[in-house]
């Protein structure tokens, strides 16, 4: 289904935000198509300015990664929402020079599926994504109970990496999150899935089975909906970009962007 | 790219067909587009989305259509703001940058145009300086379109195509009044069309004639810069001023459509606040509207009542007729402006088009259901042929992704898509505003956006196989 009507956003359009974008550019130009990483609730672009963003780019495709308003270097958002978010994505997407892939990992996969509904990508790829629901709450009563009252996800350097990184490194990842506003927390739990993609662009899902904080039945749960199965890389934490084998991932999302 | 590296080249052995002794070069299931203005390049994309060829003629050297006014038809002049606000203007897929203001400027929209065709890789597709100078059916509802370098330039071809949409713009073919005594007018005499820039109207005395948003846009101009600016309508209207209540009006309204505030309540309460705000316009010697609020296609000028409050628009009524050296008005009055600017709008024109293909009524009028699809030629479009109360670009984007389902729908399931389109035979007659409009002669294809998209997207719906 379309949504051809949309009064509530024309009547009420998202007020605009300074947004951090950080990016890496290939040697050549080989016409592949510019990738853009969306981070998830607390995450920013850093996250993949760690390996990912440049490890893109030396495989040939422009590379951008961007921080959702209220998070990293992009502009104070306290009361975002989740519409918010999602028309963050699109106006990057929107702004790069070519039709954009979009990469979200965790809760910014969610924002990038609501994107995805708003801007014709040229593929979509979801990684551990945190579509949300009541039932992520239940799953993860300890990190979502806080939520429920306003307070942050709670992510901790063991929920988020695998044992393969060092127990340092995974401590000075956690100190860096920030958190999303308490409202599209709220609409997290709550859980509205998105509209279908336009454009039918093909998606791709990629998770772990050993992710601590997204259950693979709910990868799988994702994946269905968007018509194929999930990519899984066992072993590996929530955040497949900052673990130990975080080259594994997303050299197969690039090998499926390039079949595709 | 140019004229002479068109879809097929100059090879003629590529012709499979002849038409009047001319080869017909055949494109196969390909698609022509004519005009990559707003409209052609939002009909390329999506055709292109559902797979389909693509060959686009445009008869300038560049995208934008009406935004590009260094074209010779563009009807924009320096000053033009959009009078929609972002969220109605852009495409609902690709939105307009968070910095551009609510109102962008001309200049604005020809660069968001642009970047859209670079986007979504739409040049290739596109033969500049190329016009389209005839279409015609050809067997198996399949078309025929003779094209030809701007301006006479270079040799006619002939390419056939599987569908054709029609993006020609309606904004370029000036409507001219026809008054008694203008032929022996002797005083300079131009059309908005003809108006550029501010310095046309420096030290002039200028008679404005016309109520639409050009006139509008013009009389401020002339306020500003004019030794005297008289303005002249042949009716009240609602001056909407461009921001309401904080927010940009058309927001305001679309906050009551989202409401679902029935339409009189809308009315009312749509012309309470421009009461409280815009005020009684009778106190500066302009007639009270003749018609209900949303009743004539909007005006959104914050501009006009101020100058009319400064007393440098002076509101005059209908001219009557011209003598050699003045202007009659109605009320008797005789003025002496040494500038004549006749913002009275434009009528669509097809030139390259047998009128009977549109359906077209003795007023020159086509028929269309939607405003888009032609009776007996469901392989044939129109696109942006309509006047919304909103923005024109998401209107348009989903009258050609209809298009292209509905051409899908015909390889899928033949019965199915000839039954829809009879029944889109039997709508042509069908008008899509909401309240009871006006009417004149630039009203006919005016629709509320929201009554139109609705159709449309039920529309949508029953081509979906
Ligand atoms: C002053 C002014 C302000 C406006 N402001 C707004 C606004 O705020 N919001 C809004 O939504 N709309 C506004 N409009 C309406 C505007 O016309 C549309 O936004 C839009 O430009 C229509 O797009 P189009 O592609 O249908 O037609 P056009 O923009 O006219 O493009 C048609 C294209 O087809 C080409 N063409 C025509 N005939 C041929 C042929 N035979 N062969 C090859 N090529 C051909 C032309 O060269 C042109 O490039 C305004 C119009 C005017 C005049
Ligand atoms: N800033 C902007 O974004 C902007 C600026 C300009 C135009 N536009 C758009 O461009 C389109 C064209 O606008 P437009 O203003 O050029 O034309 P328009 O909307 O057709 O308005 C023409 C005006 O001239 C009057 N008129 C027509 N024939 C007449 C005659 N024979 N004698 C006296 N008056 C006559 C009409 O009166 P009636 O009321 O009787 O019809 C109307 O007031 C519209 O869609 C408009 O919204 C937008």
Redesign the pocket.
Known sequence: MLSVIRTREWAFPVPPARREVLRATPEADLGKPPVLFVPGFGHAAWVFAEHWLEHTADRGFPAYAMSLRGHGASAPAPKADLRAYAHDVAQVAASLPRRAVIVGHGAGALAAAHALARYPAKAGVLVAPVFGGPSTALRNPLICLPALFGGRLRLSANQLFSRELPSSQGRTYAKRLGRASRKAQWQLLAGRNPEDPVGDPPVLVVGSPDDRIVHDSAVRKVARRYGGAPLLFPGMGHDLMLDARWREPIDAILDWLEKA | MSYTAGPTGFDAAAATAWRDGVPVYDRGATICVIGAGPSGLTAIKNLKEHGFGVDCYERETGVGGAWNWRHNRS?MYAS?????SKPFTQFPDFPMPDEWPD?PK?TQVLAYLDHYADHFELRPHIWFGTEVVKAEPAEGDRWDVTTRGTAGYGSERIHRYAGLIIANGH?WSP?R???EGLAEFKVETIH?SAYKDVAQLRGRKVLV?????????IAVEAAQQAARCWH????G?WYAPKFALGRPADQVNDLMLWLRLPLRMRQWLGAKTMRSTVGDLTRFGLPEPDHKLYE??????SQLVYYLGHGSITPVP??KRFHRNSVELSNGEEIEPDLVVL????SPAFEFLDPALLNTDPQGKPRLALHVFAKRYPTLAVAGLL?PDSG?FPLVHWQTVAFAKLMRLREAAPVKASALHRKLESEVDRRWTEANV?N????WFEVSHVTYLKAIDQLLQEATP
């Open positions: 009807p033009t703001h959009l009078i929609s109102y001309h904004n409507k009044p026809d008054y908005s004639i016309g109520g639409g948003n050009t006139g509008c846009d002249s309508t042949r009716r209207y004539t296609h909007p005006i959104a000028n209908d001219v913002a009275t709008g434009y006047q024109l006006k004149s002669s630039r009203h």
